[in-house]
């Protein structure tokens, strides 16, 4: 897609959900959108190649959980893979601190050149399962917002967040159309953790019949010290 044209789409896009993007992070998106195609060629990061269906699918759908993200300070993006929502979210809040986390070392790499390449400031990039993540107090219920995308049943995802969220804090989970059944059985695991669901908003991305779900959850007491437990049991054993 010719450049002035990729820009144009996603500015006209991104003022649909509410989100200003300048000139620089349209720029920054563009090249973004470029390495992602070229590394896709080497290792698996996207099914999605179009590059409106990019825009449209990783970019503005990340973008549309930016107004949960106004009062943090940091945030963190569990699983975060090609680096959504994280990357997406960083260019239009240059002076938050983010921190990008993903099991597989490879989409560290491509994150690593993102960051070089984009000049991401203040943005930590760790190899790491959130299991084993969590039992560093560094991060431990330290974190304003985390937030997740495409990652895992969400009985299971709020094991994973949950525990680095600090009191008062958000957890955002980020989910399709078909939720409902999810969240029922999810709310005993939300509960154990420490969390109460606040608010779940559906959206629709524009232009579009792509509905979305944005399952907020308030930290409301600290996660249990046995929580998470060890790699693999919570896919597992769903609390």
């Given amino acids: 897609m010719e450049k002035s044209k990729f820009i144009d789409d996603l500015i006209n896009k991104a003022k649909q959900i509410s989100v200003e993007i300048t000139e620089k992070?349209?720029?920054?998106?563009?090249?973004?959108?470029?390495?992602?195609?070229?590394?896709?060629?080497?290792?698996?990061?996207?099914?999605?190649?179009?590059?409106?269906?990019?825009?449209?699918?990783?970019?503005?759908?990340?973008?549309?959980?930016?107004?949960?993200i106004e009062n943090a300070d940091n945030v963190m993006d569990i699983g975060t893979g090609a680096g959504f929502p994280g990357v997406p979210l960083k260019i239009v809040n240059e002076n938050k601190?983010?921190?990008?986390?993903?099991?597989?070392?490879?989409?560290?790499?491509?994150?690593?050149?993102?960051?070089?390449?984009?000049?991401?400031?203040?943005?930590?990039?760790?190899?790491?399962?959130?299991?084993?993540l969590a039992k560093n107090?560094?991060?431990r219920e330290n974190i304003d917002v985390?937030?997740?995308?495409?990652?895992?049943?969400?009985?299971?995802?709020?094991?994973?967040?949950?525990?680095?969220?600090?009191?008062?804090?958000?957890c955002i989970c980020m989910k399709g159309p078909?939720?409902?059944?999810?969240?029922?059985?999810?709310?005993n695991a939300i509960k154990?953790?420490?969390?109460?669901?606040?608010n779940i908003d559906k959206i629709i991305l524009p232009e579009s019949e792509i509905e979305r779900n944005i399952i907020i959850i308030r930290k409301l007491s600290n996660t249990p010290n046995k929580y998470p437990?060890?790699?693999?049991?919570?896919?597992?054993?769903p609390l």
């Fill in 97 to 132: 601190r983010f921190i990008l986390v993903d099991a597989l070392n490879k989409r560290v790499n491509f994150l690593e050149e993102i960051k070089k390449v984009l000049n991401l400031k203040n943005l930590d990039l760790i190899h790491s399962r959130s299991e084993d």
């Fill in 229 to 237: 437990r060890k790699a693999g049991t919570a896919s597992k054993q």
């Fill in 192 to 198: 154990i953790l420490g969390g109460k669901i606040e």
């Fill in 25 to 68: 992070g349209a720029n920054m998106f563009y090249e973004y959108d470029k390495l992602l195609l070229d590394w896709n060629e080497k290792i698996n990061l996207t099914a999605i190649t179009d590059e409106r269906e990019i825009i449209l699918k990783h970019f503005i759908d990340s973008l549309t959980i930016n107004r949960y």
């Fill in 178 to 187: 078909n939720s409902k059944e999810e969240i029922i059985e999810a709310e």
């Fill in 137 to 139: 107090l560094m991060y």
């Fill in 146 to 170: 985390v937030t997740s995308r495409a990652v895992a049943n969400l009985r299971v995802l709020v094991e994973y967040m949950l525990p680095f969220i600090k009191l008062n804090g958000l």
